[in-house]
């Protein structure tokens, strides 16, 4: 299974920390989140991952590599200034990602959740691994019932990992939009899996998000 890194985005509400610094290569608990996350699904049996890059994507791509000091093989998805958002950004870099379904995590965040879990036979369109709801986010985004995601309360928060099947694009056209609206779709259908995840879990779109995850890591 291959993987995907998202790391485009321009990391507004972190400013003015991302004006030189790309959001997955700020540090937590001693490397770069970048790092952190090429280990782990390295770590996880992994071996090729694309990362989609915009903002400074020449300092992304300048830490990354081809891959090799992680046991890798790493491949680029370039966007354009703006990026594509999540759906968007996906769907641009499906020619690299294959026919077979991948894994994606969200280059802002920081977990323990054991990545080789997504090494799985994917029931549906998409598998979500949710979490907690965190304070910034007390409503959540999801229900889950069984092994399957839901709109029912009570919901959890989508973790930014998951699963999915190039068939959820089908239809789709390119340009720049987000992962949401094609998971609800899925979940109308009752095509979207899930678990919970009770592990440590930061997002880290905000300094105050940053600095409460710095403080726990510590």
């Given at each position: 299974m291959?993987?995907?890194?998202?790391?485009?985005?321009?990391?507004?509400?972190?400013?003015?920390?991302?004006?030189?610094?790309?959001?997955?290569?700020?540090?937590?608990?001693?490397?770069?989140?970048?790092?952190?996350?090429l280990?782990?699904?390295?770590?996880?049996g992994?071996?090729?991952?694309?990362?989609?890059?915009?903002?400074?994507?020449?300092?992304?791509e300048?830490?990354a590599g081809?891959?090799?000091?992680?046991?890798?093989r790493?491949?680029?998805?370039r966007?354009?200034?703006?990026a594509?958002?999540?759906?968007?950004?996906?769907?641009?870099?499906?020619?690299?990602?294959?026919?077979?379904?991948?894994?994606v995590?969200?280059?802002?965040?920081?977990?323990?959740?054991p990545?080789a879990?997504?090494?799985?036979?994917?029931?549906g369109?998409?598998?979500?691994?949710?979490?907690?709801?965190?304070?910034?986010?007390?409503?959540?985004?999801f229900?889950?019932r069984d092994?399957?995601?839901?709109s029912?309360?009570p919901?959890?928060?989508?973790?930014?990992?998951?699963?999915?099947?190039?068939?959820?694009?089908?239809?789709?056209?390119?340009?720049r939009?987000?992962?949401?609206?094609?998971?609800?779709?899925?979940?109308?259908?009752?095509?979207?899996?899930?678990?919970?995840?009770?592990?440590?879990?930061?997002?880290?779109?905000?300094?105050?998000?940053?600095a409460?995850?710095?403080?726990?890591l510590?």
């Amino acid at each position: 299974m291959k993987a995907m890194i998202l790391c485009a985005g321009r990391g507004e509400r972190l400013r003015p920390l991302t004006d030189r610094t790309p959001k997955p290569l700020l540090e937590l608990a001693g490397k770069p989140l970048l790092a952190r996350h090429l280990e782990n699904l390295a770590a996880a049996g992994f071996r090729d991952v694309v990362i989609n890059t915009a903002h400074l994507a020449e300092r992304i791509e300048a830490f990354a590599g081809d891959g090799r000091r992680w046991g890798l093989r790493i491949r680029f998805s370039r966007e354009p200034r703006g990026a594509l958002e999540t759906g968007g950004g996906i769907l641009n870099a499906l020619p690299l990602l294959g026919p077979a379904p991948f894994a994606v995590v969200n280059g802002d965040i920081w977990t323990d959740y054991p990545l080789a879990e997504l090494m799985r036979s994917l029931d549906g369109l998409a598998h979500l691994v949710l979490v907690d709801n965190p304070p910034h986010h007390a409503n959540g985004d999801f229900g889950l019932r069984d092994g399957r995601v839901t709109s029912q309360p009570p919901r959890l928060t989508f973790s930014g990992i998951g699963v999915y099947d190039p068939r959820l694009y089908e239809g789709r056209e390119g340009g720049r939009f987000p992962l949401a609206p094609l998971l609800r779709e899925a979940e109308s259908k009752g095509q979207l899996s899930g678990e919970h995840y009770p592990g440590r879990w930061f997002d880290l779109g905000s300094p105050a998000r940053l600095a409460r995850a710095r403080r726990a890591l510590a």
